[in-house]
C-alpha cells in the first residue's frame, strides 16, 4: 500500500560564472511511495527533473502524512 511521505530536498546549484557563490535552497516534496526509502529516491527524481543543472542533492523523509 502506497503512503504518503513529507520529503526536503536540500539543492547546490552553481552559476556559470566560476567566481560567484553557489545557490543553496531547500525544497519541500509530498511523494507517494511504498516505504520511506522509495519516498527518498521518488524526491530526488522529482527534485532532479525540476533542477537538472543542480550539482548537489540532499534528502531528508521526514514523515509520513497518510
Do not use: C, Q, W
Request: zero cysteines.
Amino acid at each position: 500500500m502506497s503512503h504518503t511521505y513529507e520529503a526536503f530536498v536540500d539543492i547546490k546549484e552553481y552559476d556559470e560564472s566560476p567566481s560567484s557563490s553557489p545557490r543553496v535552497y531547500t525544497e519541500r516534496y509530498e511523494v507517494d511511495a511504498m516505504s520511506a526509502s522509495d519516498a527518498d529516491r521518488v524526491a530526488l527524481s522529482k527534485a532532479e527533473n525540476i533542477h537538472p543543472k543542480a550539482a548537489e542533492f540532499g534528502i531528508r523523509v521526514t514523515r509520513l502524512i497518510h
